[in-house]
């Protein structure tokens, strides 16, 4: 019975002796605190969890300023472009232009005008920055004659300039007193005038080119009354006239379409394509200002070719 107690207390002994074991030398005992192994892996794995959400805050907290400052540089302003404008095509091209513009930080206003003078006038006033609507033989002509000062920033698209049928739809059928109506304005009234020349209506003086007037005409051979009106007065007397011989913007706006409805056109390789492309137009010393430049470069840009292609069918061709 005393060898059963001893022993008892000796297996006591040496389990306490594993639970308190000495130092390492230095006397003082070592605590040996068992744990949950469950409990650790939890906290391991909340503390693990809780580190990557602390990472992910820095790491967003650092890359907001640099977002932010992507965002003000994104769009930031430029500035303001003001551009006086024919309604068909040269405003709805603006339109296409205005979000390309945008995305550069450019706003462009657009406002369209009726006629041609005043899309001149108010560029020469420095009302507006620039204008489109004309061609370069006008633009000389204009300035000459008004004593203005604008220049060509840069040549946007070709209209060919056509003949369209008003009472009759045949060139062949034209009778003695049978009327025609033109453009009244120096370059235009020439365009047309060559152009009814090319199609054997009537012959004009050697040379007079591009400064032909009425005046200028030879042979008549079936005596067609030759009506010169302002241009966007011309499309209205269709139903009154023969024929109407229009400025492609002119006709488009009367319903017109150059491949299916004009009874003859320019070629693209006339002389009066290749002259008369339509230009943004600046005050002198203006057109390398730097919201010129970019109106210019969107103006002549893929996405915009693109879109007077597919859309003008033909009426409207973008000058390379």
Known sequence: MKKKLVAGILTAALAFGVLTGCGNGGGESETIVLTNPAQTEETETTDTAADAAEADTAETEAETPAQEAEAETAVESK?????????????????????????QGWDLEVT??????????????????????????????????????????????????????????????????????????????????????????????????????????????????????????VPRVKDEVAFVVLNGNYAMEAGFSVSKDAVAYEQSDSEAAQTYVNVIAVKEGNENNEGIKALVDVLKSDEIKDYINSTYDGGVIPFE
């Not at 024919?86 to 945008?102: D, F, G, N, R, Y």
């Not at 369209?112 to 006008?138: K, L």
Request: glycine share 8%; aromatic share 6%.
């Open 112 to 233: 369209e005008f009726e006629d041609y003078v005043q899309p001149n006038m108010v560029v020469e006033s420095g009302e507006f920055d620039a204008n489109y609507f004309q061609h370069i033989p006008y633009l000389d002509s204009f300035n000459e004659e008004q004593g203005t000062h604008l220049v060509n920033a840069g040549g946007i698209h070709y209209e060919p300039f056509g003949i369209y049928p008003g009472t009759k739809s045949d060139l062949s059928t034209l009778e003695s007193g049978d009327v025609i109506a033109v453009p009244n304005d120096t370059t235009n009234e020439a365009r047309a005038l060559l152009l009814l020349q090319d199609n054997g209506i009537l012959t004009l003086k050697d040379g007079v080119g591009l400064e032909a007037t009425v005046r200028d005409i030879v042979d008549n051979p079936n005596n067609i009354e030759i009506q010169e009106l302002e241009a966007a007065q």
């Open 79 to 103: 500035g303001t472009i003001t551009v006086a404008a024919s309604p068909t095509p040269h405003a709805e091209i603006l339109e296409q232009a205005k979000p390309i513009l945008a995305e």
